[in-house]
């Protein structure tokens, strides 16, 4: 197992007691990849550097999990194709 960090980034329309539901739906996807979410943080609403799809906020969540490298690709993929999310990065953090 390795450590991760995902920062998503929640497009401004989802209501904020919905964002509770997106960010379980991430934790699941890692948990199905028999990863497990350490810490979950929610920095809030904030004004985005440019717009993307029509947003000009977005609300951003820090995910730090632990996974094993060969199930990114999957999370990736959902990540992508979920329209709740417009923007995500995933980096492996250093012990």
Known sequence: MRDYEL???IPSDVADDAITGVVQT???WI???AGRV???NV???RHLQYQIKDYRE???VLLRAEMQPNTLLEL???LKLYTQVIRYLLVQTLK
């Open 7 to 9: 920062t998503i980034v």
């Open 26 to 28: 991430v934790q699941g």
């Open 31 to 33: 948990e199905a990849g």
């Open 38 to 40: 350490t810490e979950i």
């Open 43 to 45: 920095w809030g609403r």
């Open 58 to 60: 977005g609300t951003y």
């Open 76 to 78: 990736e993929r959902e």
